[in-house]
């Protein structure tokens, strides 16, 4: 138990103190750090559900009080949507929560393991701009959850009331004017806004973080991944260059690092697999409600013209999920990329100076890496730049036929 509970603090501390720090701080504030007790992730967990379920409660029944009116009805879905892939995303974490765990065991091992220096460097650098890029991804999304609540906020403010634009019968939608989304809290409405203004901002907060957290792991993952990659290009490329005395192999230089590049590369494939497990489902999920979010925030926007409030919240919405559509892709396209290059390395080393023994485990690279590895959508669609032009076409589509029925 004692020798259990040191290797927790010991994992805990290189994540502390390393490149790795924010993915720490934001799983641990949503229940998925695998090195904090059960009991405080059990509280997390019961503190989301209390605040998200309820959120999420009120926002049905305030759907259905529309369901008779279909375009209030399609104003009202992209909320529900961002709660949907945010709620999806951890759900099947908490579902593959031991798979997270091997990720993370995977990052700290290669980190500490013996690696030259420039192969150190290379690590280094990509991990220090993965904990960069965190910071800023999710500066970005608080600034547009931020700047959506504001524009929201005076929605209400700048309200004019049915006495100042000679309307009699508009009592019921100035009581949603200045919410996120359309809800029935079964209290009054226009007494009470201010608390479930408050309640309504926690539920879009938390699902923003939690959105985040993930994408921040994701893109974390991957800088790991192109790291890992970048690494065993530098080792084939100087196959003759430096000695390896880390497997613990003698018989020639080359042949030592070409069979430990095979080692390298097993285990970023590994790596990559360990990835696809956790994303491949929600990222299915994500990029088919996106599709529809596009669409329907478009068709907002463009209804909205005249209401200068309304449209900086709209633009903020779909100026955010655009950016995430495009991150998603942008990360998948990067594992493309980096493992194609391992096969350009592996053909453009000195292999003819190399011994027959070298030049056979040369050829397994080779073969290994003549097809680039991917990540996929629910094992059907890869994540690349293709996919991110199709959905953005897809979403056009979608778009123009909402304005049609307009």
Known sequence: MKDSMDNIDQFDQFFKNSHYDILRLLLSGTGLWPFQTLKRRCAIYL????????????????????????????????VLFFALISLSKLIYAVYTFSKLKLLLISMREY??????????KIYNLHALYGRKFGYIYTSLMVGHFVIFQIMTLLTRINYKGPEEKNISSNNEQKTQVGLVYPANYMID???????????????????????ATFDVLYVTSVECCCGL????????ENAFKFENNNDGLTQDISYSNIAYSIQRHIKTMQFVAIMESIYSLPLFIHVGIIILMLSIVGFQMITNTNDINNLIKHSSYINIITINIFFENWQGQKIIDSSEKVFESAYNTEWYNM???ARKLLIMVIMASKKPLRLTMGKIFTMSYVTFNAVMRTSMSYFTLLLSMQ
């Open 355 to 357: 011994p027959i023994p």
């Open 47 to 78: 503190a989301m559900i209390f605040v998200v379920g309820s959120g999420f409660t009120f926002e049905i029944l305030g759907l259905m009080e529309v369901w008779h009116d279909i375009f209030e009805l399609i104003d009202a879905l992209p």
């Open 111 to 120: 980190s500490l393991s013996s690696k030259s220096d420039e192969e150190t």
């Open 189 to 211: 409405m226009d007494t009470y806004y201010v608390p479930i203004f408050i309640h309504m901002a926690l539920c879009e907060m938390t699902y923003t973080f939690l959105l």
């Open 229 to 236: 990659f970048e690494g065993l290009r530098y080792r084939l």
